[in-house]
């Protein structure tokens, strides 16, 4: 069979190292991939790489330091890492060590992670300005900064005395991750293949009588049979009124004829990740309630769809919907103002549409990259990936809403890719028109 994950990505990570180099000029960058996170007790979760630190080295083992060094004349990359231990990797598995660091990652110099201290204290000192993303890894964050107080208190016996400057390095990776190459796309696409596939096996297998945790694990088991690493975020699967908690994600309850399904699931393949959402009868068919909600749902989200191109804002995107959703509100006597303008000025929508339209989507599900730039929304470009999610929420506790519409929570998520002329459905292949969603359940 063939295995999706047979080969993680390969891409040119030189390329995208020389570009970190261009820009931190004598400065030194530091990138941390973290220890192992636990999950109780002795017990830890299965790695999963840190985005930047995976995008510059391809490097996937835990417990490492990338160190880019513009100062430095010959070692300019420099990787710290786990060394080779024959006892240890009997129980957890091969480690490239500090040769493998470089023969098989293009590291000019390799050394123990035990040797950061000394190795890469005297480098700082010697940098024009340490470039450093303060991260969740709380203990590197202090370790690093403990490292750079020195160093910087020995600056002026050892080397110039310019003032020092610590920089978020996040940016320089960030620009890059966000606008996707053709071989990045290529490998969304995967992620996408497979969580399609999830979702259409989730809307047949849907029936009243069942539970949530069967679903979620039909997904999931969809996930890693194709091959994929998991799910790029734990799975929603929310019946009911569980689909009005944005972030439901204990998939414990009964379904209930009568009722909608809220699945918002995507795998992660190569490290790169899908994000789908689609919103169905748990029976066979909607209310006529739930049916008038979904269509205000589904006409909001083609149209922010539609509102996708070059030039666009995930700003103008969002108000394309915003616009739909509102009027939609409107027409069904849910909000107390008289015109649209008015609604979006009042923001009583907020009640039933609470979140934003889209994000950027890539390597993490919620992507890097700055929305907006030089203080004005960013406009959209070819290669970036964003979610197109409008939803309507009618949480049971408030008040004031028709008997028909409590308890109804409905989103509908595509990653939509912009082009050079418009933007591409990557998520096209799963239904979310009523008919056919209706044919896929009920044949
Ligand atoms: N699945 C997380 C989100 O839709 O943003
Ligand atoms: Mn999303
Ligand atoms: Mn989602």
């Given at each position: 069979m063939s295995h999706p994950t047979d080969a993680l990505p390969s891409f040119d990570r030189a390329a995208r190292r020389a570009r970190v180099f261009e820009e931190i000029g004598d400065g030194i960058a530091v990138f941390r991939a973290p220890p192992l996170a636990v999950h109780a007790n002795d017990v830890e979760y299965r790695y999963r790489p840190d985005s930047n630190f995976f995008f510059l080295t391809g490097f996937g083992e835990p417990d490492a330091v990338a160190v880019l060094d513009g100062a430095a004349d010959e070692e300019r990359f420099v990787l710290f890492v786990p060394p080779r231990d024959p006892d240890r990797e009997t129980w957890t598995g091969p480690r490239a060590g500090v040769d493998g660091a470089i023969e098989r990652f293009g590291a000019d110099a390799a050394y123990p992670i035990e040797q950061l201290q000394e190795k890469l204290a005297p480098r700082i000192t010697n940098a024009g300005a340490l470039y450093y993303h303060l991260g969740h890894d709380e203990a590197f964050n202090l370790r690093l900064m403990d490292m750079a107080k020195s160093a910087w208190a020995a600056r002026p016996r050892t080397a110039n005395d310019r003032p020092t400057s610590l920089i978020d390095s996040g940016p320089l990776v960030y620009e890059m991750r966000l606008r996707k190459s053709e071989a990045e796309i290529a490998w969304m696409r995967r992620a996408i293949e497979v969580s399609r596939e999830a979702h259409l096996a989730a809307m047949q297998a849907t029936a009243p009588g069942g539970a949530e945790f069967e679903i979620e694990a039909l997904l999931e088991y969809t996930f890693r049979r194709r091959g994929a690493s998991g799910w790029a975020y734990p799975s929603i699967v929310a019946g009911g009124a569980n689909a009005t908690v944005l972030h439901y994600i204990a998939n414990e309850d009964a379904l209930r004829d009568g009722e909608l399904l809220l699945i918002d699931a995507g795998c992660e393949v190569g490290y790169y990740c899908a994000d789908i959402t689609r919103t169905f009868p748990i029976g066979r068919d909607f209310t006529p309630g739930q049916r008038r909600l979904y269509d205000v749902v589904l006409r909001a989200q083609e149209a922010a769809c539609d509102a996708v191109r070059p030039g666009a804002t995930v700003e103008s995107v969002h108000d394309t919907a915003l616009e739909i959703l509102v009027d939609g509100l409107l027409g069904l006597g849910l909000l107390s103002d008289a015109t649209v303008a008015d609604a979006l000025k009042s923001e009583e929508y907020k009640r039933f549409y609470m979140h934003r339209t889209s994000h950027w989507l890539g390597m993490d599900v919620h992507d890097v990259g700055a929305y907006n730039v030089a203080g004005a929304p960013r406009p959209l470009e070819p290669g970036m990936v964003l979610t197109v999610e409008p939803g309507l929420y009618f949480a049971p506790r408030l008040e004031g809403v028709p008997e028909e519409y409590a308890g109804v929570g409905i989103r509908i998520e595509d990653d939509v890719l912009v082009t050079d002329d418009g933007g591409e459905i990557?998520?096209?292949?799963v239904p979310k028109r009523p008919d056919e969603i209706l044919a896929l359940r009920n044949d």
């Open positions: 990557l998520t096209a292949g």
